[in-house]
């Protein structure tokens, strides 16, 4: 360095604190490494060295050592840049930055060819008394360890947050809207008795056929503040990665992520996203299977069957053809028998009445189907009376459904009722006695050496695909037993619509899961409770057969 000891040196005093340091650091003391600690070091030091005075303060709060991207930071080598600087003084060389290779790069080419003093109390390093020893193996190594801190605390981080997600513990800054942190214990969310309604709505809306759109324009024009203003209005310093205006809106992507999101049915999904490495701030998402859900989990807003129906009215795409306007009667319900595409609404305008009716989209494209039409009046009554017979069907299992919740039936007793991995648990087994007897076979001569690696791997190929078929089954049957004890309370539920008069949308989506019309104006109507309907079949006549049962449940 050119400089003399005597010459003086203006000095940039620079500070910088992150929460990362202090999370998952048993030995970082916070009080030491607060900002006003640092600066209050920093400033002893230059007081007590003549040749120095303070040039000005550069300070990153909250901002991680990990990279140099910090706003000071840059602000401090423009002043280097400039000359308005020659010398750097920081408590330690982990306030300096934590990466190996950008810390060495600046401490051993940038400022030496900028001829900039380089001082780090802690470390007991000043560039112009430091030796090359110093300068060429103590530093980097230091550096080195900071580096490795950065790694060490990411997969600290990582580990610990995996930990909590597994353990049901919410560890988002922020509750999703319609909950809040539980004031007792942050890693628990309940319900934000403020907006629930709002949510409720939402679902309701979209139910009744309402777009998206529609549904956002209603929230604002009735002066529902958005989730973001609701946040600001319960005084939450929330950062968000989507564009906002000055006041946020509700609009179709806001409404659409509450729409989808199981939050609302008590099922907690997270580790949906995750950072590329330690040193970049790039998020990428992660596949589905690789989330962290933990079920039933906190207080449900949503009835998960309403939940489940949205999920088939948003994959339908339902489009209202003018802005306000809600969804056709039928939209996302109505299908071809024959080719199993969906329906197309069409309008005739002949004569004095305009006539409504649905055709095949196929047909209706040029492709190879046909007609299958049917007047939109035609279609209201008939399936109308459908509904009302399948309601009064319905009302058949009430005496069912209550002996059922009686015996409260166990998963083990559920999974004994369905038959299906029995059979693959003995096509399993027999693959596997045929698979350990071929080695005997072997050793007698009834089989070749070629044959026996052949007829091996063909087993172990059945037994594997067999295992993966029962997992396939373990899947379906807790799904069905979660079905069909979440489905206990719904015969009470449509009750109230057996003197139904006229089709709503509400009641038809939450009934119906597919019509298809057939070429000679029949309907066949396919309900969302008719595998619940087969539950309660299997399991009454499996539970009313003999005493010995109540043994199994």
């Known amino acids: 360095m050119s400089k003399r000891i005597s010459d003086t040196y203006r000095v940039a005093m620079y500070l910088r604190l992150s929460q990362d340091d202090e ?59 400039t000359g308005s600087i020659n010398c750097i003084v920081v408590k330690d060389l982990s306030r300096f930055g934590r990466d190996y290779i950008d810390s060495g790069r600046y401490l051993q080419r940038v400022f030496p060819s900028l001829d900039i003093r380089f001082i780090a109390l802690n470390d007991n390093y000043d560039s112009f008394t430091a030796s090359e020893t110093e300068k060429n193996l103590v530093i980097p190594f230091k550096n ?54 709002v949510v409720r709505k939402i679902f309701s809306m979209k139910l009744e056929g309402y777009s998206s759109y529609s549904i956002a324009k209603h929230l604002n024009d009735n002066g529902i503040p958005s989730p973001m203003e609701h946040k600001k209005t319960k005084g939450i310093r929330y950062k968000t990665g989507f564009s906002t205006k000055a006041v946020a809106k509700w609009d179709t992507p806001a409404v659409n992520r509450i729409l989808i999101n199981e939050i609302y049915i008590g099922t907690l999904q997270q580790g949906k996203r995750e950072k590329i490495n330690y040193k970049l701030d790039k998020v990428v998402s992660k596949d589905k299977s690789d989330w962290i859900e933990i079920e039933d989990n906190h207080e449900a807003i949503i009835d998960p069957h309403d939940f489940e129906i949205v999920q088939k009215l948003l994959k339908c795409d339902i489009k209202a053809k003018t802005v306000g306007e809600k969804a056709d009667l039928f939209s996302g319900l109505l299908f071809c028998k024959d080719c199993n595409a969906q329906m197309t609404k069409k309008v005739d305008k002949r004569g004095k009445t305009p006539t409504v009716y649905y055709i095949c989209s196929s047909y209706n494209k040029g492709q190879d189907c046909s007609r299958h039409s049917i007047k939109q009046e035609e279609l209201q009554r008939t399936v109308l009376e459908m509904i009302r017979h399948y309601i009064q069907y319905l009302g058949e299992y009430e005496s069912v459904s209550e002996k059922i919740k009686e015996m409260e039936v166990s998963y083990e007793l559920f999974q004994k009722i369905d038959k299906r991995q029995e059979y693959t648990k003995k096509s399993k087994a027999k693959f596997e006695l045929l698979k350990s007897s071929l080695y005997q076979d072997l ?107 109540r043994e199994v449940v």
């Open 23 to 81: 999370k998952y650091d048993k030995d970082f003391k916070a009080e030491s490494n607060s900002i006003s600690n640092q600066r209050l070091q920093i400033q002893d030091y230059i007081d007590k060295n003549e040749e120095m005075e303070l040039a000005k303060e550069y300070v990153d709060d909250g901002y991680s050592g990990i990279n140099f991207e910090r706003p000071a930071f840059k602000e401090m080598m423009e002043d280097v840049i």
């Open 144 to 197: 080195f360890i900071n580096d490795n801190y950065c790694r060490d605390t990411s997969a600290k981080v990582r580990s610990v947050c995996k930990v909590k997600r597994k353990q049901g513990q919410f560890i988002s800054n922020y509750a999703p809207y319609g909950y809040e942190k539980d004031k007792e214990d942050k890693h628990k969310i309940v319900i934000d008795k403020e907006v629930e309604y």
């Open 443 to 549: 050793k007698e001569g009834i089989i070749a050496e070629e044959e026996f690696y052949d007829m091996r791997e063909f087993y172990t190929n059945r037994i594997v695909e067999s295992e993966l078929i029962l997992e396939k089954q373990s899947k379906e049957i807790a799904r069905l037993y979660k079905k069909s004890l979440g489905n206990q309370n719904f015969l009470a539920d449509i009750k109230k619509y057996q003197n139904i008069g006229t089709l709503e949308r509400g009641l038809l989506v939450r009934l119906v899961d597919k019509i298809y019309v057939l070429e000679d104006k029949k309907i066949e109507i396919q309900f969302n409770y008719d595998e619940t309907i087969e539950i309660l079949d299997k399991l009454s006549s499996y539970t009313f057969q003999t005493p010995e049962i």
